[in-house]
């Protein structure tokens, strides 16, 4: 099994979580165990303050889930220890771990990507190269990893609508400007940055961190059960015959194998919505 997730450990206290999957990093059942064992190790290292998840793959931060598997190998898998399905199990945990995580967002963070962006507790963006989105609606389903249940928190109710009703590509100034980041920089500055940042914090007290952290926590997150019902609903959404339809076509025109699909993906959702005969 190829690895996906690579942890370089800065320092004890400063780790880099890089996502490594060509040609798309798309994430799928196959990545379940390998970020769980990225959850366990962050959760169980005793020095360690400050993670940063990033990318080594040229245009794609992590994208949507994998299409290719039968949705029983998903579904089969069991409950992590908070109780949920693999994926809000893992999400949550960053979320709460007494670690502080940063998104590294330069290319595509799309459906898991965006989710996993949204599961750390800070987003930076390549302000040219960035791109984040909940695509799902374009494809007939239900986004699963909590974006519902924190994108009003972070932008409003009526942006945190506009983007999943939209389905549409948002780009790092315009992530900024939403709340969807916390900045979007100049990409030739996005990794000293976020490397500064990081280093900064590293450097701090890790019990005084991890308390700031918990109420913070405690005044923002969404509760645990809103997180676990929306995986619940994108299981029963991408059965649908609306989702089997839309998915079908996408996979028709190259989900997953043509570069041109995965980068221009709110495109062609639109493409796939349309009438027939048009």
């Known amino acids: 099994m190829t690895q996906q997730f690579h942890i370089t450990r800065v320092t004890p206290a400063y780790w880099r979580v890089t996502v490594d999957h060509p040609p798309f990093n798309i994430y799928g059942p196959e990545s379940m165990?390998?970020?769980n064992q990225v959850m366990t190790e962050l959760e169980s290292a005793a020095d360690l303050k400050v993670v940063v998840f990033d990318s080594a793959v040229p245009g794609f931060?992590?994208?949507?889930?994998?299409?290719?598997?039968?949705?029983?190998v998903?579904?089969?898998?069991?409950?992590?220890?908070?109780?949920?399905?693999?994926?809000?199990?893992m999400l949550v945990r960053l979320s709460r771990a007494p670690v502080v995580s940063i998104a590294s967002i330069r290319g595509r963070a799309t459906g898991?990507?965006?989710?996993?962006?949204?599961?750390c507790d800070m987003?930076?963006?390549?302000?040219?190269?960035?791109?984040?989105?909940?695509?799902?609606?374009?494809?007939?389903?239900?986004?699963?990893?909590?974006?519902?249940?924190?994108?009003?928190?972070?932008?409003?109710?009526?942006?945190?609508?506009?983007?999943?009703?939209?389905?549409?590509?948002?780009?790092g100034a315009l992530a900024e400007q939403y709340g969807y980041v916390n900045r979007a920089l100049p990409d030739a500055e996005l990794d000293a940055f976020v490397d500064g940042l990081a280093r900064r914090i590293a450097s701090f007290d890790k019990t005084s961190i991890s308390e700031i952290k918990h109420?913070?926590?405690?005044?923002?997150?969404?509760?645990?059960?809103?997180?676990a019902a929306e995986w619940d609903r994108f299981i029963a959404s991408v059965q649908r015959p609306a989702a089997q339809r839309n998915i079908g076509r996408l996979m028709e025109?190259?989900?997953?194998?043509?570069?041109?699909v995965e980068i221009h993906l709110a495109r062609y959702t639109g493409q796939v919505n349309q009438p027939a005969d048009r």
Do not use: C, N, W
């Not at 998903?74 to 199990?89: C, I, K, S, V």
């Not at 898991?112 to 599961?119: H, I, P, Y």
């Not at 390549?126 to 986004?143: D, H, N, T």
């Not at 025109?253 to 041109?260: K, M, S």
């Open 123 to 171: 987003r930076f963006a390549s302000r040219e190269k960035a791109v984040l989105s909940q695509f799902e609606i374009g494809a007939g389903f239900v986004p699963g990893g909590g974006p519902m249940a924190r994108l009003p928190r972070l932008m409003g109710r009526g942006r945190a609508l506009e983007v999943l009703l939209s389905g549409a590509d948002i780009d």
């Open 253 to 260: 025109l190259g989900l997953q194998e043509a570069p041109d």
């Open 33 to 35: 165990p390998q970020l």
């Open 112 to 119: 898991v990507g965006s989710e996993l962006a949204l599961a």
């Open 74 to 89: 998903t579904t089969r898998m069991a409950p992590g220890p908070t109780g949920m399905p693999p994926l809000p199990d």
């Open 61 to 72: 931060f992590l994208t949507h889930y994998d299409f290719v598997p039968p949705l029983e």
């Open 215 to 227: 109420l913070v926590d405690v005044a923002s997150l969404p509760p645990d059960e809103d997180i």
